[in-house]
């Protein structure tokens, strides 16, 4: 199974100010055959169900603010957040499509400082 | 606007059986695979399983940890599918999502979520 793992597990963060996720998988997730990582980003704000933010690692889902933005390839991953509001408050977790089992990092809180 | 709604969920033994089912609306739903996904109270997510489209066979996978005991099945007349859950552990308990799937004949990513339904297994 291809392990997520997440860093940090929570930030805080002041208001306008830049948040980084960074997710790390212990294989590439990089398909050679199509140039394409296999890799989205979800936020999960409290109480609701998670929301797809990125897929391919960098492609933005249709109505997502451009403030996040995913980068990344092969193994190594970030989500930036650029200039961080109240609404953005939630835990943040990428995920791997590159096999099966699909598998999560284990989130990232993150909240207002 | 697509749509997602889980129900069944609720209070089961464990060793118990319990099936939940996930109705779906605003898109073609049998172009689509189909997927599960559990989070346990205060928690991160866990794959569960997908179910394929009927032009990939209908056919579906599931993680090790409910192989042999769940089973995804979809009916596309109705728009449902479904989560057929069996000798149910107490590590079961989670709040069950039904996920639309971006995927061919193998899952990408999850592109829809419905509200979740909870699953409760305890004596």
């Known amino acids: 199974d291809i392990v997520m793992t997440q860093s940090p597990d929570s930030l805080a963060v002041s208001l306008g100010e830049r948040a980084t996720i960074n997710c790390k998988s212990s294989?590439?997730?990089?398909?050679?055959?199509?140039?394409?990582?296999?890799l989205a980003w979800y936020q999960q704000k409290p109480g609701q169900p998670p929301k797809l933010l990125i897929y391919?690692?960098?492609t933005r889902e249709s109505g997502v603010p451009d403030r996040f933005s995913g980068s990344g390839s092969g193994t190594d991953f970030t989500l930036t957040i650029t200039s961080l509001q109240a609404e953005d408050v939630a835990v943040y977790y990428c995920?791997?499509?590159?096999?099966?089992?699909?598998?999560f990092g284990g989130g990232t809180k993150v909240e207002i400082k | 606007e697509v749509q997602l709604v889980e129900s069944g969920g609720g209070l089961v033994q464990p060793g118990r059986s319990l099936t939940l089912s996930c109705t779906a609306s605003?898109?073609?739903?049998?172009?689509?695979?189909m997927s599960w996904v559990r989070q346990a109270p205060g928690k991160g997510l866990e794959w569960v399983g997908f179910?394929?489209?009927?032009?990939?066979?209908?056919?579906?996978d599931y993680a090790a940890s409910v192989k042999g005991r769940f089973t995804i099945s979809r009916d596309d007349s109705k728009n449902i599918a479904y989560l057929q859950m069996n000798s149910l552990k107490t590590e079961d308990t989670a709040v069950y999502y039904c996920?639309?799937?971006?995927?061919?004949?193998?899952?990408?990513?999850?592109?829809?979520w419905g509200q979740g339904t909870l699953v409760t297994v305890s004596s």
């Open positions: 996920t639309r799937l971006q995927a061919w004949q193998n899952p990408y990513y999850f592109d829809y």
């Open positions: 605003g898109f073609t739903f049998g172009d689509y695979a």
């Open positions: 179910i394929r489209r009927k032009g990939y066979g209908a056919t579906a």
């Open positions: 995920q791997q499509y590159y096999g099966t089992p699909l598998t």
């Open positions: 391919w690692a960098s």
């Open positions: 294989q590439s997730v990089l398909y050679s055959s199509n140039d394409k990582n296999y």
